[in-house]
Each structure stands twice: as structure tokens, then as C-alpha cells.
């Protein structure tokens, strides 16, 4: 079992999303073990509910995502809801408008996200890991996406953020086949940033977090803005949001507090401004 912070959790989605903070760290739970954290439509509305009071909480600087219980990260969609809200395509691309402003709230989100993953890491928690700035898996982790296997096209965001992470031949060979793989091939083909001993999981998860929480936050913010306008077409990139990112960190307090630290050979304390 992940050691989990005991805090005070903030439930959304009936308890089925569970939010809470730990040392300027938000940890956001998906908890539905009975169906290895399958997420249903209003888990993904809770998601996004979490995302939005974490976003704006300024205690806290960087985000956790993991799952309950010991089986899964997130197994995939609530496949049981299927027959009700994504039977033909006017109903699915109705479920996909609902869960799209959560998806965009993830991808886009403007502080650190880990994913912190166990078990079974599948489909649409494929997408979900996806779309965390930072992947790290216990030994026991398993990844796929069965699209295929269940006659449906896997959205364009989950197969964008694929081809980005692994390649377009490696993302060919796991759509085409709906084959699973192991942490250690997840590692080698770039899907993951870290492989832990299950035991060692949440530690060095936590580790990591308060090491991101601890630095400067304008920094961060202007590694993330010019890391993701990298990976845009160049006709695309907003350079003038990374200029303009740059200058607030060279005008900041937090870059006089850095200096300052240094000379003073002690830890900077950063205020985020």
C-alpha cells in the first residue's frame, strides 16, 4: 500500500475524487478501487473541481495525482456507463464535450503535476498520466491503451500527448495492437520519467514534490510556459509569453532572495513573487 498523507481530504464526485494538501503539496485521490479507479463521467468533473481549488489555493505549488487502493492508477473509463452516455457517436462526442474542459484544465494547468502511478494505468488513465508534467511508477505499474479492443478511436489530445512522449512508431504498435506493457518498457520508450520498488513509490513522489514546492515558482512557471511552446509548431509558439515570463523572474523578489541565499550560503525562502 502507497502511504498515503493522512490529511484533511476534500471530496468531490461523492467521494469518488478526494483533494487535500500536505506541506504545499495538493494531492489530488482517484478513489473508486472497487473498479480499479475506472473513471467515470462525474470523476472527471470532480477532477476538474480539485484542479480548480488547487490551481487557486496559493499554499500550494505543485500537484499529485495517484490512486486508491492497491490495483490501479486509473484502469480506464467506467466502461459500465457506456451503454448510457457513449452507446452511438452524437452520445460520445456529448461525454467527450462534458470531460473536455477537464482534460484542457490538466493539460494546460499552470503549477507542477505528478503522476504517481501503481498498477493498472490504462486507457483513459493513460491519458490522465499523459497529461501530467512528471510520470513515476512502481515496478508493478501496467500500461495500455485498448482502444481497439473496444471498437472505439482513442481522442486526438491522448494520441497527440503519445506520439510526443514515445514516438509515432511505438504509439502505432500499442494503438494498432491494444497490448499492454511492463514499467520497465514504459521507462525505455520514454512514457515514464522514473521506476521505484512499489514500496519506495510515494516516498520519493513526495520527495520530489517538496523539492519542486521549495524552488522558485516563477521559475517553474517559466520552464513549463517554454517547454510546452516548444513543442509547438513554430508558426504557433507565443514568444512573447516567454519573454515575458523571463522578465518577471528576473524582476522578481524571489530572484533577489535566490542571490541573496546563495552569498549567504543558506536555503532561499521563495514567496512566488
Given at each position: 500500500m502507497l502511504d498515503l498523507p493522512h490529511k484533511t481530504e476534500k471530496p468531490h464526485a461523492d467521494g469518488k475524487i478526494l483533494q487535500s494538501v500536505d506541506d504545499g503539496v495538493g494531492v489530488i485521490t482517484f478513489n473508486n478501487p472497487d473498479k480499479r479507479n475506472a473513471m467515470s463521467l462525474e470523476m472527471w468533473e470532480g477532477l476538474g473541481q480539485a484542479l480548480t481549488d488547487l490551481r487557486d489555493d496559493p499554499?500550494?505549488?505543485v500537484v499529485i495525482l495517484v490512486g486508491a487502493g492497491s490495483k490501479a492508477f486509473v484502469s480506464g473509463a467506467d466502461i459500465s456507463q457506456f451503454e448510457q452516455v457513449r452507446h452511438n457517436a452524437e452520445a460520445s462526442e456529448?461525454?467527450?464535450?462534458?470531460?473536455?474542459?477537464?482534460?484542457a484544465l490538466l493539460a494546460d494547468y499552470p503549477k507542477p503535476t505528478i503522476a504517481c502511478i501503481r498498477g493498472f494505468c490504462l486507457g483513459g488513465?493513460?491519458?490522465?498520466?499523459?497529461?501530467?508534467?512528471?510520470?513515476?511508477?512502481?515496478?508493478?505499474?501496467?500500461?495500455?491503451i485498448p482502444a481497439a479492443r473496444l471498437g472505439i478511436a482513442y481522442g486526438y489530445d491522448g494520441l497527440r500527448q503519445l506520439v510526443s512522449l514515445v514516438g509515432p512508431s511505438w504509439a502505432r504498435l500499442l494503438m494498432y495492437t491494444g497490448m499492454r506493457i511492463d514499467a520497465t518498457e514504459a521507462?525505455?520508450?520514454?512514457?515514464l520519467n522514473r521506476v521505484l520498488p512499489d514500496a519506495e513509490l510515494w516516498g520519493e513522489t513526495m520527495d520530489i514534490a517538496r523539492t519542486i514546492s521549495a524552488n522558485a515558482p516563477l521559475a517553474i512557471q517559466a520552464a513549463k510556459i517554454t517547454i510546452a511552446e516548444i513543442?509547438?509548431?513554430?508558426?504557433?509558439?507565443?514568444?512573447?509569453?516567454?519573454?515575458a515570463i523571463a522578465r518577471s523572474c528576473m524582476d522578481s523578489e524571489d530572484f533577489r532572495e535566490g542571490r541573496r541565499a546563495f552569498m549567504e550560503k543558506r536555503k532561499p525562502t521563495f514567496q512566488g513573487r
Open positions: 499554499a500550494v505549488r456529448e461525454y467527450s464535450g462534458r470531460s473536455a474542459a477537464q482534460r488513465g493513460m491519458l490522465v498520466a499523459m497529461l501530467a508534467d512528471i510520470r513515476l511508477a512502481s515496478d508493478n505499474s501496467q500500461f495500455g521507462l525505455r520508450i520514454g512514457l513543442l509547438k509548431d513554430r508558426a504557433d509558439r507565443d514568444m512573447e509569453a516567454i519573454n
